[in-house]
């Protein structure tokens, strides 16, 4: 039988330590005394999880556990969705943590690899967020959970806004293992909007000294989209939304997905397909969405988290979007990649590598950059049941008799901004499996599982593929310029644009001369702001410095 009374006299233990460090003040810790309270609390050899989701980051309590003394608290086991900060790192620079699991680490992707490389870091495994989440309540429950929200009361009652995200899903798993959760707020307040994670899960707080740290990592500038783009846009629309009757869909995020989100209300209202496609949505509130929305193209957005600039919108548009008796968004991220697994027709996303079967992957040589939701959104998921015309036409198309398919489109430049091309005969991933130890090479999204690519030559639909070398032929005559695409001969090229399988921009209908920026519903973020009726704020870094000074 399992004993639970000594999980729960050492947590009891734990908190009557620090409890000194609270005081009168009951579950309100003071900020100066953070570091202290995590080295009271925490213990060598402990499993210990910092949230730091795409968006919002646990800042002041991930600074605080890099400043802890190494004689005390080491040899930790860091489990946490995403490394976004140096101290994040820092936490095995200096002895603190030795291992790792995760699933994305875009912003520290060069950094952990040097780390790995020098055994600094030993990784258990590159997850993706379900995954990741899904372990939390089974074998990597954290022992100690440094969560983060916009309010909290004396009862430890958290507000968490228009970015609830991954906190009450960190929260419950520690929470109902005998964890300790401490939450790193905003701010300490009598009444709360709504309560968004119960103070009995809660059994710390730690008012911050400063905001937490939060980035707009959705939005788009449109300035920025290049004619190549559009293209690109108007052949996803025209090979595949349209055919399949796309309504509920995934876009991931890049200038890829943003051109195809502002030539909805331009370019795909011109084939007739409003009210057709692009209806229900599992995003966040990408700025780039609002053309779309204000012209009536969507009917709702379910979403992972918020997107700073975006609060107001979205609060006036609760017709759309998950918004509470309190005004504002709530928030999902587990919620929200079991939507755009399960509930999504179609998922749209990019990498940096794919090889002649279709596997790509963003872990590349010196970058473990990990995978996020990729892989939950990218992949067919074998238990759907509920039927829909692009499920069905799908699963049609690839040979199924007894299932649909899932559309999983990969849309990818021939070669990456830094010159380096997108299509190589072998994945780096292969090598990183073999520096850093992993039994297999880490692939974002398998090739089995893809149904299009759409680079700014064409379209290859893997569905119609009926051996690895007609794949193989398909990826190589949407290639390019490269020399995985000049290994191909145009004869086979045009082989495969007879049978269907491979479709250029004229056998769309789509004239590459007329692919301009001129379809872009909104240009520039001053486009996007007048489109939201004043209600967007875009945040400085996307504001000129005139209007900043001004």
Same mark, same amino acid.
């Given at each position: 039988?399992?004993? /639970?009374?000594?999980?729960?006299?050492?947590?009891?233990?734990?908190?009557?330590?620090?409890?000194?460090?609270?005081?009168? =003040?009951?579950?309100?810790?003071?900020?100066?005394?953070?570091?202290?309270?995590?080295?009271?609390?925490?213990?060598?050899?402990?499993?210990?999880?910092? @949230?730091? &989701?795409?968006?919002?980051?646990?800042?002041?309590?991930?600074?605080?556990?890099?400043?802890?003394?190494?004689?005390? %608290?080491?040899?930790?086991?860091?489990?946490?969705?995403?490394?976004?900060?140096?101290?994040?790192?820092?936490?095995?620079?200096?002895?603190?943590?030795?291992?790792?699991?995760?699933?994305?680490?875009?912003?520290?992707?060069?950094?952990?690899?040097?780390?790995?490389?020098?055994?600094?870091?030993?990784?258990?495994? !590159?997850?993706? $967020?379900?995954?990741?989440?899904?372990?939390?309540?089974?074998? +990597?429950?954290?022992?100690?959970?440094?969560?983060?929200?916009?309010?909290?009361?004396?009862?430890?009652?958290?507000?968490?806004?228009?970015?609830?995200?991954?906190?009450?899903?960190?929260?419950?798993?520690?929470?109902?293992?005998?964890?300790?959760?401490?939450?790193?707020?905003? @701010? !300490?307040?009598?009444?709360?909007?709504?309560?968004?994670?119960?103070?009995?899960?809660?059994?710390?707080?730690?008012?911050?000294?400063?905001?937490?740290?939060? &980035?707009?990592?959705?939005?788009?500038?449109?300035?920025?989209?290049?004619?190549?783009?559009?293209?690109?846009?108007?052949?996803?629309?025209?090979?595949?939304?349209?055919?399949?009757?796309?309504?509920?869909?995934?876009?991931?995020?890049?200038?890829?997905?943003?051109?195809? @989100?502002?030539?909805?209300?331009?370019?795909?209202?011109?084939?007739?397909?409003?009210?057709?496609?692009?209806?229900?949505?599992? +995003?966040?509130?990408?700025?780039?969405?609002?053309?779309?929305?204000?012209?009536?193209?969507?009917?709702?957005? $379910?979403?992972?988290?918020?997107?700073?600039?975006?609060?107001?919108?979205?609060?006036?548009?609760?017709?759309?979007?998950?918004?509470?008796?309190?005004?504002?968004?709530?928030?999902?991220?587990?919620?929200?990649?079991?939507?755009?697994? $399960?509930?999504?027709?179609?998922?749209?996303?990019?990498?940096? #590598?794919?090889?002649? #079967?279709?596997?790509?992957?963003?872990? /590349?040589?010196?970058?473990?950059?990990?995978?996020?939701?990729?892989?939950?959104?990218?992949?067919?998921?074998?238990?759907?049941?509920? &039927? =829909?015309?692009?499920? *069905?036409?799908?699963?049609?198309?690839?040979?199924?008799?007894?299932?649909?398919?899932? *559309?999983?489109?990969?849309?990818?430049?021939?070669?990456?901004?830094?010159?380096?091309? =997108?299509?190589?005969?072998?994945?780096?991933?292969? &090598?990183?499996?073999?520096?850093?130890?992993?039994?297999?090479?880490?692939?974002?999204? $398998?090739?089995?599982?893809?149904?299009?690519?759409? /680079?700014?030559?064409?379209?290859?639909?893997?569905?119609?593929?009926?051996?690895?070398?007609?794949?193989?032929?398909?990826?190589?005559?949407?290639?390019?310029?490269?020399?995985?695409?000049?290994?191909?001969?145009?004869?086979?090229?045009?082989?495969?644009?007879?049978?269907?399988? %491979?479709?250029?921009?004229?056998?769309?209908?789509?004239?590459?001369?007329?692919? /301009?920026?001129?379809?872009?519903?909104?240009?520039?973020?001053?486009?996007?702001?007048?489109?939201?009726?004043?209600?967007?704020?875009?945040?400085?870094?996307?504001?000129?410095?005139?209007? *900043?000074?001004?």
């Amino acid at each position: 039988m399992l004993d /639970t009374s000594r999980r729960g006299t050492d947590r009891a233990s734990r908190l009557a330590q620090a409890a000194a460090l609270s005081g009168a =003040s009951g579950k309100v810790c003071p900020a100066d005394r953070a570091t202290l309270l995590l080295e009271t609390i925490i213990e060598p050899g402990d499993r210990v999880t910092i @949230e730091g &989701d795409n968006q919002k980051q646990a800042d002041f309590l991930a600074s605080a556990l890099a400043k802890v003394d190494p004689a005390r %608290v080491h040899d930790l086991h860091m489990v946490q969705s995403v490394l976004a900060l140096p101290d994040h790192l820092a936490v095995f620079e200096r002895g603190i943590a030795n291992r790792l699991d995760f699933a994305f680490a875009g912003p520290q992707s060069r950094k952990l690899a040097e780390l790995v490389a020098n055994g600094t870091v030993k990784i258990g495994a !590159i997850h993706t $967020y379900l995954e990741l989440y899904a372990r939390m309540l089974v074998d +990597l429950t954290p022992r100690v959970a440094l969560i983060v929200a916009d309010k909290a009361d004396r009862n430890g009652n958290l507000y968490t806004g228009p970015n609830t995200e991954d906190t009450p899903t960190i929260a419950e798993a520690a929470a109902f293992r005998g964890g300790i959760v401490i939450a790193q707020v905003n @701010e !300490i307040v009598d009444r709360l909007p709504r309560v968004d994670v119960p103070g009995d899960w809660v059994d710390i707080v730690v008012p911050s000294p400063k905001p937490y740290l939060i &980035d707009p990592l959705f939005t788009r500038d449109p300035a920025k989209i290049r004619n190549e783009n559009v293209l690109m846009a108007m052949m996803a629309i025209a090979a595949v939304y349209e055919p399949y009757q796309v309504q509920r869909l995934n876009h991931g995020i890049g200038y890829a997905t943003a051109a195809i @989100e502002l030539i909805l209300p331009t370019y795909a209202a011109q084939r007739g397909l409003k009210g057709k496609i692009a209806k229900h949505f599992v +995003l966040n509130p990408h700025p780039t969405l609002i053309p779309a929305i204000e012209a009536g193209f969507v009917d709702s957005v $379910y979403c992972f988290g918020s997107e700073l600039g975006m609060e107001r919108y979205v609060s006036n548009r609760a017709d759309i979007f998950p918004v509470g008796a309190d005004g504002n968004l709530r928030s999902n991220r587990a919620l929200a990649q079991v939507a755009g697994q $399960y509930a999504c027709d179609l998922f749209v996303g990019g990498t940096l #590598q794919i090889d002649a #079967q279709g596997n790509s992957s963003t872990a /590349t040589k010196g970058r473990i950059t990990g995978f996020g939701g990729a892989p939950n959104m990218g992949a067919d998921a074998r238990g759907r049941r509920h &039927d =829909s015309p692009s499920w *069905l036409r799908a699963g049609q198309e690839a040979g199924e008799s007894l299932r649909g398919r899932k *559309l999983v489109v990969q849309m990818v430049q021939t070669h990456q901004p830094n010159g380096a091309p =997108s299509f190589v005969e072998r994945l780096d991933a292969f &090598d990183l499996a073999a520096s850093a130890g992993f039994a297999l090479p880490p692939v974002m999204i $398998y090739g089995d599982d893809v149904s299009h690519v759409v /680079t700014e030559r064409g379209v290859a639909n893997l569905l119609r593929c009926r051996s690895p070398q007609d794949r193989d032929a398909a990826l190589r005559a949407v290639a390019g310029d490269t020399e995985f695409g000049r290994r191909q001969s145009a004869k086979i090229s045009d082989s495969l644009r007879r049978r269907g399988i %491979v479709m250029f921009p004229s056998d769309l209908g789509i004239d590459v001369n007329t692919a /301009t920026r001129d379809w872009l519903a909104a240009q520039t973020i001053d486009d996007l702001v007048t489109a939201s009726g004043g209600l967007y704020v875009p945040p400085a870094k996307f504001r000129p410095a005139a209007v *900043l000074h001004g």
